[in-house]
C-alpha cells in the first residue's frame, strides 16, 4: 500500500508553467509505476500520464509536448511539470499509484487532489 500527498497546484495564467509533486510513503516506491489523473467539472477523471521506470513514460494525447512527467526514486517523489498551459487543463490533478512497475488494471493507490486552474 502507497500513500501519496500531492502537492503544487494553483493559478496560472494561459500559457503559464506549473510543477506538481507527489510525496509517497508506505512500500517500496522503485517497484511502483506512478501517474497523475486529472477530472475537471462534469467529466469523466483522464489518465494524464504514467511513468514505470526511468524513461517509460506515456502521455494522454492533449498534454504530449507540453507534460513531463518523471520520478525520483531516492526521494520516493514523482513530478508532472506541466508548460504551456491552456484552460482545458483546469481540473483537479491525482497522482495515482500501482501495485507494481506494470500498468495492469486500475491504480492502487490515489492521493487526495490537488486543484490547477488556468485562465485565459
Known amino acids: 500500500q502507497v500513500q501519496l500527498v500531492e502537492s503544487g497546484g494553483g493559478l496560472v495564467q494561459t500559457g503559464g508553467s506549473l510543477r506538481l509533486s507527489c510525496a509517497a510513503s508506505g512500500s517500496r516506491f522503485s517497484m511502483n509505476a506512478m501517474g497523475w489523473y486529472r477530472q475537471a467539472p462534469g467529466k469523466q477523471r483522464e489518465l494524464v500520464a504514467v511513468i514505470s521506470s526511468p524513461g517509460n513514460t506515456n502521455y494522454a494525447d492533449s498534454v504530449k509536448g507540453r507534460f513531463t512527467i518523471s520520478r525520483d526514486n531516492a526521494k520516493n517523489m514523482v513530478y508532472l511539470q506541466m508548460n504551456t498551459l491552456k484552460p482545458e487543463d483546469t481540473a483537479l490533478y491525482y497522482c495515482?499509484?500501482?501495485?507494481?512497475?506494470?500498468?495492469?488494471?486500475?491504480?492502487?493507490?490515489w492521493g487526495q487532489g490537488t486543484q490547477v486552474t488556468v485562465s485565459s
Open positions: 495515482a499509484a500501482w501495485k507494481t512497475l506494470l500498468r495492469i488494471g486500475p491504480p492502487g493507490s
